[in-house]
C-alpha cells in the first residue's frame, strides 16, 4: 500500500511453520492402503477380499500363525500380476500359497 506522503508500507508475512508427517501419520497412511488377498480361501478368510484400513483381529491372528498370509495380500494394482504367479510354480507366491494350504490343512480348516 501507498502511504499519502508516497512511502510504500511493507508488511511482511508471518512465518508459518512448515508441517512434517509425524510417525502416526505415516502409518496411518500405510495402513490405509487397500490390499486384497489373493492367496486360497477359507471361511473368514475369502479369496479376493478387499482389506481398506487393515486387517480384522481374526486375520491378524492368522497371519500370526501363517505369516505367507500377509504376503499374499496385495496392493489393488499389483492383483492381475500375482494372480498369475500363484498359479506358475516355482515362483515364490505360488510357495506362498501352497504353505497356506498346508497351514489350513494342519488346522484342520479347509
Known sequence: MTKENGEVEVRTARKVPAVKKSESTEKVEVLSEKK???GPGKPGLVTNTVYDGGYPIFI???????????????????????????????????????????YFKKEGNQ
Open 36 to 38: 486384497i488377498y489373493v
Open 60 to 102: 491378524k491372528e492368522m497371519i500370526e500363525e501363517c505369516p505367507e498370509i500377509e504376503k499374499l495380500m496385495v496392493a489393488i494394482k499389483d492383483y492381475s500380476t500375482a494372480q498369475q504367479k500363484i498359479r506358475e510354480k516355482g515362483t515364490l507366491e505360488h510357495a506362498h500359497a501352497e504353505k497356506i494350504m498346508a
